[in-house]
C-alpha cells in the first residue's frame, strides 16, 4: 500500500516491542498510546501537552507512566 506509515513501536519497561494506537485522555484530551496488543500498557505524553490540553496538571503529565501498566508506575 504506497504511502502508508508503518505502525508505531516502542519498548516497554520489560523491552518487548508493541505497536502502539493513539488514545485521547480523558481528563485533559492530551494523546497517550496504548500497546495494541495489551491495552493496560500506556505511554503518557508527559510535558507533550496538546495545544487544547484543558488540564497541565493532569496526572498524565504530572506521574506520567511510560511503557508500563498505569496502577504500577501511578498512583
Do not use: K, N
Amino acid at each position: 500500500m504506497a504511502g502508508a506509515e508503518p505502525p508505531i513501536r516502542r519498548r516497554d519497561e520489560d523491552t518487548e516491542w508493541h505497536d502502539l494506537a493513539p488514545a485521547a485522555c480523558p481528563h485533559c484530551g492530551c494523546t497517550y498510546f496504548y500497546a495494541v496488543d495489551d491495552p493496560g500498557i500506556v505511554w503518557d505524553p508527559e510535558r507533550a501537552w496538546d495545544e487544547g490540553c484543558r488540564d497541565r496538571d493532569c496526572h498524565c503529565h504530572t506521574a506520567a507512566v511510560i511503557g508500563a501498566r498505569r496502577g504500577d508506575s501511578a498512583g
